[in-house]
């Protein structure tokens, strides 16, 4: 098969969070034999030097992007495209060049399908759908529902109107309808697109996310031989969840656990940490930025616990599966294990309530053996998490028909 796919970041081998995710699809899917195409925004140097999916693309096309937009610039896109302004911002927001690239390339070459992965670079597609032959599948993979996401940060207590949460939802549910199927990475995903447009339903595949086991392995000298007391937060702090991750486990948990546990070490590390957490940072607290591969994972091996404080937005945190395949036992918010279905007290401990949360971080570091067991657990559950396995499921859903699309006109 022919595949474009249309990220709303560049998908480096070396980057962490959701890209991650799109590389190991563009991977696997070449591996099989596929053929793939490519056009993202290059936000980075490291964006325009990468090489590591040229060998699975058959032609990349980078877009000189940026991440900020004057706020001028938001405000005429905004009347001339009349689409929500969170897509049209920068970071992924709406890019002309993007565009008249994939005009020029559907005009070149025929797709068997075209994949827009997170629900911001459905826009394309529901702009360009005229242009798209009936045969080609045009796919959204939503990693994030964006109307439940705000709703959840106004519960929260920012300032989001319902003006805007209207305006959103019926901008990103128009472009669900006229695309021929929706990825979603967890069932509970798939749930909430349904509960705002029951239509949905038979559109809907879950893909989960996946991990990389022959990478993300345990290490050779285990946590309990380093007799350290390592706690790990990681994510892309670009997006806000993973910021309000790591606010809710030092407000909530980090003073209970350093009482009982006084050379407790806290490391939030990601990519592009804001102010707001650098001016947490103390003693026994760090943040900084992420690296490459092999670091993300000597960080995995150097941690004894990690730890997923997560309250806000929708997915698949692979960052768990990663934590998990390297045997690291793992402390999450339910909304955090969506997509997992990790057994409680097993595989991992979930709760929602910070005093048990702190409660089970504290003994996971005061009691080897409890560790040794979470750990292996976790291991054993990562390793049914594969990225072969999620590509395999996505080749299914791309094989499912090839003739006419039905979408809505």
């Known amino acids: 098969m022919n595949i474009l796919f249309l990220p709303k970041l560049f998908p480096r081998a070396d980057i962490i969070g959701g890209p991650i995710l799109i590389y190991h699809r563009i991977k696997n899917l070449s591996s099989m034999g596929h053929r793939i195409m490519l056009i993202a925004p290059a936000y980075t140097e490291a964006d325009r030097k990468d090489k590591s999916l040229e060998h699975f693309c058959e032609k990349i096309i980078r877009i000189d992007s940026s991440r900020e937009r004057p706020r001028d610039e ?29 005009k020029l390339t559907l005009k ?4 068997d399908a075209v994949i827009a992965e997170y629900a911001m670079m459905g826009q394309y597609i529901e ?3 005229s242009l798209i032959p009936a045969d080609t599948m045009t796919v ?3 990693h994030e529902c964006y109307t439940k996401a705000f709703k959840l940060r106004a519960a929260k207590g ?3 109107s319902e003006d805007t949460i209207k305006e959103l939802f019926n901008y990103e549910f128009k472009m669900y309808d006229v695309a021929d199927r929706i990825l979603t990475l967890t069932r509970e995903d798939g749930d909430i697109l349904i509960s705002y447009a029951p239509g949905l339903k038979n559109k809907i595949r879950v893909v989960p996310h996946g991990v990389d086991t022959e990478f993300y392995t345990p290490p050779k000298k285990k946590s309990w031989e380093r007799n350290t007391k390592n706690i790990l937060y990681l994510g892309n702090f670009q997006h806000y969840p993973n910021v309000d991750a790591v606010k809710n486990f030092i407000t909530h948990c980090w003073d209970r656990i350093l009482r009982e546990v006084s050379d407790a070490k806290f490391y939030a590390i990601g990519f592009n940490p804001p102010r707001e957490l650098l001016n947490l940072r103390s003693e026994n607290i760090t943040v900084r930025e992420g690296g490459d591969d092999e670091n993300v994972r000597r960080l995995y091996w150097n941690s004894d616990v990690f730890v997923a404080p997560i309250e806000l937005g929708t997915g698949f945190r692979g960052k768990l599966l990663e934590a ?3 045997g690291l036992p793992v402390v999450a918010t339910r909304l955090a294990t969506f997509g997992i279905n990790p057994i409680h007290g097993e595989d991992m401990f979930v709760t929602d309530d910070y005093n048990a949360f702190s409660e089970y971080v504290i003994m996971l570091l005061k009691d080897v053996e409890l560790r040794k067991k979470i750990g292996n657990n976790a291991l054993a559950l990562s390793r049914k998490f594969d990225h072969k396995y999620a590509a395999e499921k996505l080749e299914q859903v791309l094989k499912e028909r090839k003739g006419g699309n039905g979408r809505s006109n």
Request: hydrophobic share 40%; glycine share 6%.
């Open 74 to 102: 938001v405000e005429a896109l905004y009347k001339r495209l009349n689409r929500p302004k969170v897509f049209l911002t920068g970071d992924g927001g709406y890019d002309e060049k993007i565009e008249y690239a994939l």
């Open 108 to 111: 070149e070459k025929h797709f």
């Open 127 to 129: 702009a360009n759908r």
């Open 140 to 142: 959204i993979s939503v």
């Open 158 to 160: 920012e300032d989001v």
């Open 324 to 326: 998990m395949a390297c």
